[in-house]
T-cell receptor, first 113, second 113 residues
Framework: DVKVTQSSRYLVKRTGEKVFLECVQDMDHENMFWYRQDPGLGLRLIYFSYDVKMKEKGDIPEGYSVSREKKERFSLILESASTNQTSMYLCASSFPRSPRTQYFGPGTRLTVL | DAKTTQPNSMESNEEEPVHLPCNHSTISGTDYIHWYRQLPSQGPEYVIH???SNVNNRMASLAIAEDRKSSTLILHRATLRDAAVYYCILRDVGGASGSRLTFGEGTQLTVNP
């Protein structure tokens, strides 16, 4: 079974802190994704990566950055956390070839106080 | 990704079949039909996908209309564990390398004991 793990299930941080969310997948997938999920807004894509050291902005990249130094690991960084970044963060991975099924981690619920 | 339309909510009784509909009248010839579900407090989970023919796997069946403008996810015997939000998503085989998923609001399935 494909496994996507995220470093924390729950995280509480203070405004202005730098926050690292880590995601690891064990299926040698080229593509990795970071989404956030908020009530009434569905899943929104923050960043994705289709190879090591490659990254592309999604729909809402402002306030976030990412790092992909190894194929299996994709990190989301909140440079200076703000209260409007309180959300559920979901990592996913997939092969680039059809049908590109995405496998999700369990999510990290981040609260910024 | 092309747009899909699903009912906001559906109810079923345990051990009865459930038919979850999805309309996708603007589907293109290269779009795969994917279904994901999200259990409470978990990340989305892949359920099934298809292109033109009906598909079966251990979780569910997917029935695709002949004109491909609609599809139905079939859970043959609903269990309490099947209570989740079900998302119907169209994926373009020839889409961008990012292969982003666009989740709508989905159908909230309630299973009554």
């Amino acid at each position: 079974d494909v496994k996507v793990t995220q470093s924390s299930r729950y995280l509480v941080k203070r405004t202005g802190e730098k926050v690292f969310l880590e995601c690891v997948q064990d299926m040698d997938h080229e593509n990795m994704f970071w989404y956030r999920q908020d009530p009434g807004l569905g899943l929104r894509l923050i960043y994705f990566s289709y190879d090591v050291k490659m990254k592309e902005k999604g729909d809402i990249p402002e306030g976030y950055s990412v790092s992909r130094e190894k194929k299996e690991r994709f990190s989301l960084i909140l440079e200076s956390a703000s209260t409007n970044q309180t959300s559920m963060y979901l990592c996913a991975s997939s092969f680039p070839r059809s049908p590109r099924t995405q496998y999700f981690g369990p999510g990290t619920r981040l609260t910024v106080l | 990704d092309a747009k899909t339309t699903q009912p906001n909510s559906m109810e079923s009784n345990e051990e009865e079949p459930v038919h979850l509909p999805c309309n996708h009248s603007t589907i293109s010839g290269t779009d795969y039909i994917h279904w994901y579900r999200q259990l409470p407090s978990q990340g989305p989970e892949y359920v099934i996908h298809g292109l033109t023919s009906n598909v079966n796997n251990r979780m569910a069946s997917l029935a695709i209309a002949e004109d491909r403008k609609s599809s139905t996810l079939i859970l043959h015997r609903a269990t309490l564990r099947d209570a989740a939000v079900y998302y119907c998503i169209l994926r373009d085989v020839g889409g961008a390398s990012g292969s982003r998923l666009t989740f709508g609001e989905g159908t909230q399935l309630t299973v009554n004991p």
